[in-house]
């Protein structure tokens, strides 16, 4: 199970950090990443990051604003997103590949698309006002 927490409502320009924290499996062995989906949106790819926390890829928006990390002996990954603009209101879900899937190659597109990961979180809602 894939937890998300730290969304809620900020102004424009402000700052939050989600977390995502594995229950009951870890998440060392796999790429893990963010994505998020406002209404009438596709599910895009925000941020991800490999299994040896050596790589990560970030969406064009998120460039610069946002960072992704992950904390082994937590068993968690988090998203810092910095100067938040109307723009980024979405709910927002974590993502690993899951048991037998090997790391994903060192690809952006990979890292970035919602068919490479099949293990999901239910999500945590941001909402940014101007």
């Known amino acids: 199970q894939l937890e998300e927490s730290g969304g809620g409502l900020v102004q424009s320009g402000e700052s939050l950090r989600l977390s995502c924290v594995g229950s009951g499996f870890s998440l060392d062995p796999y790429n893990v990443a963010w994505f998020r989906q406002a209404p009438g949106n596709e599910r895009e790819g925000v941020a991800s990051i490999n299994h040896q926390n050596t790589k990560s890829y970030y969406a064009d928006s998120a460039k610069g604003r946002f960072t992704i990390s992950r904390d082994k002996s937590k068993n968690a990954v988090y998203l810092q997103m910095d100067n938040l603009q109307p723009e980024d209101t979405a709910l927002y879900r974590c993502?690993?590949?899951?048991?037998?899937?090997?790391?994903?190659?060192?690809?952006?597109?990979?890292?970035?698309?919602?068919?490479?990961?099949?293990?999901w979180g239910r999500g945590t809602q941001i909402t940014v006002s101007a």
């Open positions: 993502s690993s590949r899951s048991q037998g899937q090997p790391p994903l190659p060192d690809d952006r597109d990979l890292f970035l698309s919602r068919k490479e990961f099949d293990f």
